[in-house]
């Protein structure tokens, strides 16, 4: 019957039910839990308690809102002020990328045998457990890992290379006085930079779930096999693993900037990143949040634009399927134009986490409507005792 034979993939661990679930929008929703629990913990009386003002104000929701919405109008601004630059950069360089991360959805599993043996290897890992959280949290996992492998030539040379053109001319435009870098000598820093980063993400990925297998092994020495708990400790396990990896994303997304503003890569890059974004976490999150739905919601357009309709039959027409492809190249390139803002974006919030320019002062700065952003304390008062 099919009842037993759904029973049976399951004891056997066997993914049978890949196709029915996308490569979607997991991951890039860390971001927004991260930052309502960030949001969520702010508002307890607590904090004002043990911590200075200064840092009290940098996670008032109000304030990192407000923050996160002038450095979005103001690379929008620049977005638009160079548009056929940009557009180029997006068009011509970062859609390959965008293509192959939109495409690798329907790639595996069947031209890709590492997605099943993986989904296994960890459902085993899990023996006691029938949850379907972890088995669905696992399920994303293995695709996010499967399509991060499949896309990692492209994003080594289309989507670095994209990103230290787009560095290399918002250098041009925002610090003409300085000596400018060689565009190479930002690919490589990217380069060596985005390994570590790689590195970072995986040693996230592998902690948490080191963590979650230790907490079933825990439940299964005490005897506790109630549903309940087994649910208590998924929820508590998708709250620790939307932070870290959260953070993580943001403090990857910093590290590519700073490597591409100061020319320094490799894991000097990631400090350098941290020491930057120290204490402004909430407005991080929230810079996040609007690149990460807008590049979810594309994939998700791509799948249920192009990879849900039924095959195409040998009769229908070529008109038809140039009209799919067409659509399907339009969605990749406002994927690649979301990556091009994303990188504008990091670039304008490194610099505000720096507090300095080298071509302005900081009255010319807060003056100049076509400056950076920077916050000074008064105004940060000011707007927290109207609020």
Known sequence: PPKAKSREHKKQGKPHHFRQIPTLTSFHLSPFFCFIFHVTSSLLPYPSLIKPPQMIMEENPAISMAKAGKIIRKSVHTFLTEYQYF???????????????????????PSFSLFPTLYAHLISLFPTTSYGFFSLVTLKLCQSLSSSILTLPFSLSFLLFAKAVTIDHF?????????????????????????????????????????????????????????????LVSAMGAVVYSIALANSMVLCTMALACSGVEGRGGFRAIICAYIAIKNKASTALALAIPTNLGLAAMEALFHFRILSLPHLKENDSSKQIWLLSLEGVLIAYLYSIILVLDVIMSCFFYQSCKGDSPSQTQEEIEQDEDGYYYDNLEKLKALEESL
Request: hydrophobic share 55%.
């Open 87 to 109: 557009t180029s950069i997006a068009a011509l360089i970062a859609l390959p990328f965008s293509l192959s991360v939109l495409l690798s959805q329907a790639l595996f599993p």
């Open 171 to 231: 250098l041009c435009l925002h610090h003409d006085q300085l000596p400018r870098k060689s565009l190479w000598r930002i690919y490589f820093s990217l380069l060596s930079t985005h390994l570590w980063n790689c590195l970072l993400i995986f040693g996230v990925n592998a902690t948490c779930f080191c963590l979650l297998l230790l907490a079933f092994s825990i439940l299964v020495e005490l005897g506790t096999t109630a549903a309940m708990w087994g649910l």
